[in-house]
């Protein structure tokens, strides 16, 4: 099938690039020309494993082509996908201008039927604001051109973002019309191999269940976050709490590490945005905004657990200290460092004036493009290059490779043998025997 995406950011790009991928004619507008110029001679603008082997070849192929022209992509599909940004505005509702404007610009050009599919993650009710400002646009041409608009949200993670494009757990369509979750099932049918993983459903539904989906890991995590602070506070061990409940199949293992809390462009995002409807449909979430406020007092634990332990000693708190930070991005195998926890803490450590020498084995361009040149901070190319002349290692984000270094020359390194693990990646006796003093997460220590 024909089809053209607008929108070549990771949702676009990705679900762009599958689809060619599987065979269909894919065009991708974006209106930032120096990405398209980019993207078409293999330039990806964003780190995602695999995803650059998969442009460049489906791009050979004739299948995957990119440009500014949006007029000439909606001639190109019989499908045209809005996979755009919605940004939060100032009061935490998804700011839609960048998806409307995309509508209207589909309304100017629209020559044939079509089926516009909403993949950007949008409030209830966008649908029928896109339907109506296409309308509009084709209004204002005297055209009467029939189309559909589906909502088609996307439930892809970042640094796992092609295999579960490839391999969805679900084909979630919300429309109100079978002619168009008919064209949807063909698009999606090399997806929907073996079992079906479509779920049909009408339109708000489907709007919702992409927040209601997120807002529930989103709160599966402050309640890790909360359970740890409360185990921290009793002597107990959140590590074997976890355990202790994941086991139970109706509470899973899934999403159940604490943390420095969670960050990325979604999660904090849609339980802000879905908040944000729920007081204006009259509703109080008072769930929704524990969960954002226990995330919020998590992101500034790691620095309040460095805080306590060096107001215990003879330091001036941090001031003059030198940390070694593991980890920037806002989780591993992704370069993103949108509301990473990394953020918060090093504007803590900088406050209390301390030093921080950094490294993450993808996001060091992101930082130095977040930071730029300051004397406090000093990128460095390796793990164990950030610790030279450190005096403790703060793990941020749980790469693999920070996984198990060697403790002998942690010890030796540090200028205090201090380790603050805020991802709970290391074992605390294996720390200690090293002659480290550790502080994790919910660990009593
Ligand atoms: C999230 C969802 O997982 C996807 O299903 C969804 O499609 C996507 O948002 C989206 O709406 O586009 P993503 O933001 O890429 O994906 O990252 P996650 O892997 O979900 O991690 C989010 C944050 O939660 C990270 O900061 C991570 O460190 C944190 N986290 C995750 C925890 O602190 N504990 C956990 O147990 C799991």
Redesign the pocket.
């Known amino acids: 099938m024909r089809v053209a995406i607008f929108g070549t950011g ?2 676009g790009l990705v679900t762009g690039t599958c689809l060619a991928e599987v065979g269909h004619d894919v065009v991708c507008v974006d209106i930032d020309q120096a990405k398209v110029d980019g993207l078409g001679r293999g330039i990806i603008p964003i780190y995602e494993p695999g995803l650059e082997p998969m442009v460049k070849a489906n791009h050979a192929a004739g299948r995957l082509a990119f440009t500014t022209d949006a007029a000439a992509g909606i001639a190109h599909g019989q499908v045209v996908f809005i996979a755009v940004g919605t940004p939060p505005d100032e009061d935490g509702s998804a700011d839609l201008q960048y998806v409307l404007a995309v509508a209207r610009t589909i309304g100017r050009h629209l020559t044939q039927p079509m089926v516009v599919v909403n993949k950007s ?1 949008v409030p209830v009710g966008t649908a029928d604001k896109v339907r109506a400002a296409i309308a509009e646009a084709l209004a204002a041409r005297g055209e009467e051109i029939t189309f559909d608009v589906v909502s088609n ?9 092609v295999a ?1 494009c490839m391999r969805p757990d679900r084909i979630v369509i919300g429309a109100s019309n079978p002619e168009a979750v008919a064209v949807l099932r063909r698009l999606y049918a090399p997806f929907n191999r073996n079992r079906d993983r479509v779920v049909e459903m009408d339109v708000r539904s489907a709007e919702l269940t ?1 927040y209601a ?2 807002a529930m ?2 709160t ?2 402050s309640f ?2 909360e359970i740890a602070n409360i185990a921290e506070r009793v002597g107990a061990d959140i590590e074997q709490v976890r355990q202790g409940i994941g086991s139970d199949p109706r509470i899973g293992w ?14 904090p995002k ?1 339980v802000q945005a879905l908040a944000r409807t729920a007081s204006q449909y009259g509703h109080q979430p008072h769930l929704l905004d524990a969960v954002e406020a226990v995330n919020n007092a998590q992101k500034g634990h790691l620095f309040a657990l460095i805080q306590r332990h060096y107001d215990r000693g003879e330091d001036e708190g941090v001031r003059g200290k030198t940390f070694a930070v593991w980890g920037l991005a ?3 195998n ?1 370069d ?1 460092m949108r ?3 990394s953020r918060r803490l090093l504007e803590q450590l900088w406050e209390g004036g301390a030093i921080a020498r950094v490294y993450d084995p993808e996001a060091m361009n992101e930082a130095r493009r977040i930071f730029g040149e300051r004397e406090d901070l000093v990128f460095c190319d390796s793990a164990y290059e950030a610790l030279d002349g450190a005096d403790a290692l703060v793990v941020v ?2 790469w693999k490779q920070f996984r198990s270094p060697d403790f002998e020359r942690l010890r030796k390194a540090l200028g205090d043998a201090v380790v603050f693990d805020g ?1 709970n990646i290391y074992e605390p006796q294996e720390i200690e025997a090293a002659g480290l003093a550790y502080y994790g997460i919910g660990r009593g220590r």
Do not use: Q, W
């Open positions: 990771y949702v993650t949200p996307e439930f892809l993670k970042e640094g796992d973002a579960d992409k989906a997120n890991l989103a599966k995590i890790m976050n899934h999403f159940i590490y604490p943390g420095a809390g969670y960050g990325g462009s979604c999660f849609d806002f989780k591993p992704t993103d509301a990473a926890p984000t749980e991802r």
